[in-house]
């Protein structure tokens, strides 16, 4: 089955600079990589997601590559702010019209010194 | 909307006890899931149920039983307690017609077991 591996498990980065989380994953099937932020305490929400068909997608500040050939993705957070202090995760799955499982790596806990 | 729901927030057992987890959606999604957080675990897939009527096994169902009672409600149920299932507890719940594959979650359940 699918394993998605991600590094560093944690991450301590200073205000304004930017911060890169890394994931691999071992199913060549897989084709959709959500990325969910938890701050302490709640429950993980969705900041950002790519399809196997997509290189680069971007929001404001936030950015994933995907290279399929390498099996890994990757989120990055530029110009980071206090408010980026939380725990993300990474993870990956068939998607599809069908429910398929969504596996999650094993989290970045991100720090953001003032 | 509430969203995705779960009841109780906190629980307390001992071993051996029994318990169920319930969770409730009111976005009209197909597919639900339970997963449990352990500390530098990340989010581990539990059961999932692709639409009303069809459960499926994740990383770790063993201990565990689930029931998609109906498009709204999917529970889990712990038949026999034991101190390696304190976790919380995550129900989540998409949509992969309209929403793709992200996964809105529950407020989480902390349980713990004594």
């Known amino acids: 089955g699918e394993n998605v591996e991600q590094h560093p498990s944690t991450l301590s980065v200073q205000e304004g600079d930017s911060a890169v989380i890394k994931c691999t994953y071992s199913?060549?099937?897989?084709?959709?990589f959500p990325w969910y932020k938890q701050e302490l305490g709640k429950r993980p929400q969705l900041i950002i997601d790519?399809?196997?068909?997509?290189g680069e997608k971007k929001d404001q500040r936030i950015a994933v590559t995907l290279n399929k050939t390498a099996k890994h993705f990757s989120l990055h957070i530029t110009e980071t702010q206090p408010e980026d202090s939380a725990v993300y995760f990474c993870?990956?799955?068939?998607?599809?019209?069908?429910?398929?499982?969504?596996?999650f790596g094993s989290g970045t806990r991100l720090s953001i010194r003032p | 909307n509430a969203g995705v729901t779960q009841t109780p927030k906190f629980q307390v057992l001992k071993t051996g006890q029994s318990m169920t987890l319930q969770c409730a959606q009111d976005?009209?999604?197909?597919?639900m899931y339970w997963y449990r957080q352990d500390p530098g675990m990340g989010l581990r897939l539990i059961y999932y149920?692709?639409?009303?009527?069809?459960?499926d096994k994740g990383e770790v169902p063993n201990g565990y039983n689930v029931s998609r009672l109906n498009k709204r409600e999917f529970s889990l149920r712990l038949e026999s307690a034991a101190p390696s299932q304190t976790s919380v507890y995550f129900c989540?719940?998409?949509?992969?017609?309209?929403?793709?594959?992200?996964?809105?979650f529950g407020p989480g359940t902390r349980l713990t077991v004594l």
């Open positions: 989540a719940s998409s949509d992969q017609r309209r929403a793709g594959n992200e996964q809105f």
């Open positions: 199913d060549s099937a897989s084709n959709y």
């Open positions: 790519i399809r196997s068909n997509v």
């Open positions: 993870a990956a799955s068939t998607g599809g019209s069908s429910a398929s499982k969504i596996i």
């Open positions: 976005m009209n999604h197909n597919s």
């Open positions: 149920s692709a639409s009303e009527g069809t459960t």
